[in-house]
């Protein structure tokens, strides 16, 4: 099992207000309390901040790395924030978060996960969104797993997150989650 700390992201309003103000005592904090946890890899996302988007990401993988010495997952859909984070990365390999079967998405990050010998998680969404069955979670991560492959990246770097839909929108969807867990493992 590998665990990935997920406490610094953006989305999350102490993250993004410290962010804002580079409190970089409280980003540092939050690394080490998930490394001391026993996390393998702390994620780092700033979605949040549109504008800036790569200069700020640049700035929580230095800080970041400045607190744990454990490798990072560089969580973000825009192209040049994930090129400004794995060029900064130098705690081990990296890892890719995410890489889709969106129109564009893989074709947008592949080259950086190549370049930079990265890990990456496969997630199961395509251009339609979040799929509903396990049977369509599968077969998104059946295309995507094939085509990080085909292109060069060792199976063993792959993590599939086969993306779990709030059960309050769909009484199936912890079911349907667990069962293309169980069938892409």
């Not at 069955?133 to 059946?142: C, I, K, N, T």
């Not at 086969?162 to 667990?178: M, Q, R, S, Y």
Request: proline share 6%; aromatic share 2%.
């Amino acid at each position: 099992m590998l665990i990935v700390g997920e406490l610094i992201n953006s989305s999350r309003k102490k993250v993004a207000d410290a962010i804002a103000r580079r409190d970089a005592g409280y980003i540092k904090a939050l690394a080490t309390r998930q490394a001391e946890a026993g996390a393998h890899l702390i994620d780092v996302n700033c979605g949040t901040f549109l504008e800036g988007e790569p200069e700020v990401m640049g700035w929580l993988v230095d800080l970041v790395q400045e607190a744990v010495d454990l490798p990072l997952c560089i969580d973000t859909p825009n192209p040049e924030a994930m090129r400004a984070g794995l060029e900064r990365h130098r705690n081990g390999r990296p890892m890719v978060n995410s890489v889709t079967d969106e129109p564009g998405r893989a074709e947008a990050m592949l080259p950086l996960v190549l370049e930079h010998k990265a890990r990456v998680v496969a997630l199961c969404m395509s251009g339609s969104g979040v799929p509903s069955s396990a049977d369509e979670r599968v077969e998104v991560a059946r295309r995507l797993v094939g085509r990080l492959v085909d292109a060069g990246v060792p199976q063993e770097d792959i993590f599939v997150d086969p993306v779990v839909a709030p059960i309050c929108t769909d009484p199936k969807a912890g079911e349907e989650f667990l069962e293309a867990v169980r069938r892409i493992r």
